[in-house]
């Protein structure tokens, strides 16, 4: 996590949740992070291929030149992005995951704004973790944001983040599994191609296995 936004924003929600894999939305206090609100926004999924933004701060509308409020968060993306973040958006709901998505913004003159964007997961309580917390906020602030409108998106980077070092599904009995989640590049995602972190020993063959649609490396921390 690169920018002072989404470190404080995580930081925020990892507090709430406590031991549990998400906190519900009714924690959410705004009052608590009023200078976030302007790059944060809430999305609301019916499954990974039907997300739309719930709410949406004021500085992300601007970018845009619109506003958010209703509109599918999928929407402006190329099909091999859309697929990735469907992936993403299942591991976030039904496994509890982060994530940390670097994106590119494209207007019709084509200039670019490099983004950091944060997906968290929230829960509404009867009803699961239906609801995501994000934020999005550039890297950069050029003189044309908020004058000519980020009409597509793309991904320059995609980073899943499990809070307890596990995913949620794995429960108490796979304590001893440490999945590593590496870096992912656009192209990358859709093959699920594992690029261990640096200063990571070399796993012998077979020493992953997939569970749901993870891999999961045996081995704690080193």
């Known amino acids: 996590m690169k920018h002072g936004v989404t ?3 995580y930081s925020y929600w990892d507090s709430l949740r ?18 976030l609100l302007g790059d944060t ?16 701060g004021t500085r992300l509308c601007s970018a845009h030149c619109r506003e958010l409020k209703g509109r599918n968060f999928l929407r402006g ?11 993403l958006i299942a591991a976030i709901t039904e496994d509890g995951a982060a994530a940390v998505v670097g994106i590119n913004g494209h207007t019709e003159r084509e200039q670019e704004l490099q983004m950091e964007m944060l997906l968290v997961p929230l829960n ?26 980020v009409l597509r998106q793309s991904i320059s980077s995609l980073r899943l983040v499990w809070p307890d070092e596990r995913p949620y599904f794995t429960g108490a009995s796979h ?7 590496p870096r992912f590049t656009a192209e990358d995602m859709p093959m699920r191609t594992p690029v261990l972190p640096q200063g990571a020993a070399v796993l012998p063959h077979g ?16």
């Open 18 to 35: 406590g031991a549990r894999p998400a906190p519900n939305r009714s924690e959410i206090d705004p009052g608590e992070i009023r200078g």
């Open 124 to 149: 509404v309580p009867g009803e699961g973790r239906i609801r995501i917390l994000g934020s999005a906020v550039p890297m950069d602030k050029p003189y044309w944001i908020g004058l000519h409108p």
């Open 207 to 222: 020493a992953e296995r997939q569970v749901g649609h993870l891999t999961v490396y045996s081995g704690g921390k080193s």
């Open 77 to 87: 993306w190329d099909t091999k992005d859309r697929e990735a973040l469907e992936s």
């Open 175 to 181: 304590s001893n599994i440490n999945p590593i989640m």
């Open 7 to 9: 470190q404080t924003l």
């Open 41 to 56: 926004f809430i999305l609301e999924t019916n499954g990974p291929s039907d997300v739309r933004y719930r709410l949406a």
